[in-house]
């Protein structure tokens, strides 16, 4: 008789442990800039809390110990949750969610987390004076604009250096440019395309100093233009805007490297 109990208690024993690891799921996301989409590594710091925001689970990541911009937590289907992710840079993003998910399902993923940069960032000196930095970059409609001012550069500076510190952008070493993936298939200056589509000429030889600021815009294509209506998408180009103390002399009178 002891020995059928047992076999039952064993039984009824496997079955729970059986039923919470079936019910068990490992939670995916990603964080990212809201604007750019990419992903964010360094100062992220993501927490789960249940639905009575007490705190589960919290991981904290930077440069020197992750790769990618990806994180999984523990978590049981059918459950409500709260997710938190923070960064020094943006503004905090809250969500709340219920694990939705079929027995088959091994991860459950709720979505690109995308944190919105700060319009500012404060840092406080002495705990009494607060310093403010200026704003990198803005949208107006279409066009995003880089403001010059705000990037911090080494004396001596070209237009190469400038745009490899721009959100967003990369700039290859062929001279290829590309903005949030697409190709910017025209450099232009102060709205002209002086160099028909060679970079290296604005590249290494215009000081960063004289910029004011940096748009990228699609511009009609030769097809629409030829047409006289929009009929693609148009080329994506990046406009190099002067001071205007250097906007009279013109770009033969920057010097070369």
């Known amino acids: 008789m002891r020995r059928i109990f047992f076999f039952i208690f064993l039984s009824l024993y496997t079955a729970t442990i059986f039923a919470e690891k079936s019910d068990s799921i490992k939670i ?3 964080v990212c800039d809201a604007f750019t989409m990419h992903g964010l ?17 919290r991981q904290q990541w930077s440069l020197e110990d992750r790769t990618e911009s990806s994180f999984t937590m523990d978590a049981l289907r059918g459950e409500t949750y709260i997710i938190r992710v923070s960064h020094p840079e943006y503004s905090s993003l809250t969500k709340k969610f219920t694990v939705r998910s079929s027995k088959r399902e091994k ?4 979505g690109p987390l995308k ?17 403010a930095t200026k ?10 604009i ?8 080494a004396e001596g500076s070209m237009l190469d250096a400038m745009i490899s510190q721009l959100p967003g952008a990369r700039l290859e070493r062929n001279g290829q440019l590309f903005v949030n993936g697409k190709k910017v298939e025209s450099l232009l200056l102060n709205g002209k395309d002086f160099f028909k589509g060679d970079h290296s000429v604005l590249l290494d030889n215009l000081p960063a100093y004289t910029i004011e600021d940096i748009k ?20 994506l180009v990046m406009d190099i805007n002067l001071k205007k103390q250097y906007q009279q002399s013109g770009y033969r009178a920057f010097p070369a490297r």
């Open 28 to 30: 995916w996301g990603h």
């Open 41 to 57: 590594i360094d100062g992220v710091q993501v927490e789960l809390l249940d639905k009575d925001s007490v705190l589960l689970q």
């Open 107 to 110: 991860r459950y993923s709720i």
């Open 115 to 131: 944190l919105r940069r700060l319009p500012m960032n404060s840092q406080a000196l002495d705990e009494v004076v607060i310093k």
């Open 135 to 144: 704003i990198k970059f803005f949208t107006r409609g279409d066009t995003v």
């Open 146 to 153: 880089y403001n010059a001012n705000a990037f911090n550069l």
């Open 216 to 235: 990228v815009y699609n511009r009609l294509s030769e097809l629409s233009q030829r047409l006289g209506q929009k009929v693609d998408d148009g080329d």
